[in-house]
């Protein structure tokens, strides 16, 4: 199916590269799957859809995380234009269960979170928590 007419291909499909769009995008949503993370922002342009591939060295050495990618990538390139929102930018940050989880499942795991990434509230807490409780420690001592 890969390479059909009626799916995207990694060449028609914009890849992120710059250090600051990762970082951008990582402020957006975030939603956990079994074998990637997937980060996600809505941008006001009128361009496709962009996504950006990345592995972390904790997960193997540089063969395991090639081929982390090229699976994520073919993933990507299974989906059809329709299943992919528009006007938004995509980062799927790869996982070693990428490499053992069937590909049907992953891509119909990509297919799922797609719309879940875009909503900035999904996933876990990344705001000031921390400092939050320290301030709060804080002004009860003042108090006591």
Do not use: H, W
Request: net charge positive; glycine share 10%.
């Amino acid at each position: 199916m890969i390479g059909s007419g009626t799916n995207q291909t990694p060449t028609d499909m914009k890849t992120l590269k710059k250090r600051s769009e990762f970082l951008a995008i990582a402020k957006g949503g975030r939603v956990g799957r079994r074998a990637f993370v997937l980060q996600g922002l809505k941008r006001t342009s009128d361009e496709p859809a962009r996504v950006g591939y990345t592995v972390t060295k904790k997960t193997g050495n540089s063969v395991v995380r090639s081929r982390i990618k090229r699976r994520l990538r073919a993933a990507v390139a299974e989906l059809a234009p329709s299943d992919i929102p528009g006007q938004a930018d995509f980062v799927l940050i790869g996982r070693e269960a990428a490499l053992n989880i069937s590909f049907e499942l992953l891509v119909s795991d990509l297919k799922s979170g797609l719309p879940l990434a875009l909503n900035p509230r999904s996933g876990t807490y990344r705001g000031k928590r921390r400092n939050a409780k320290a301030q709060s420690v804080s002004v009860s001592k003042k108090q006591g």
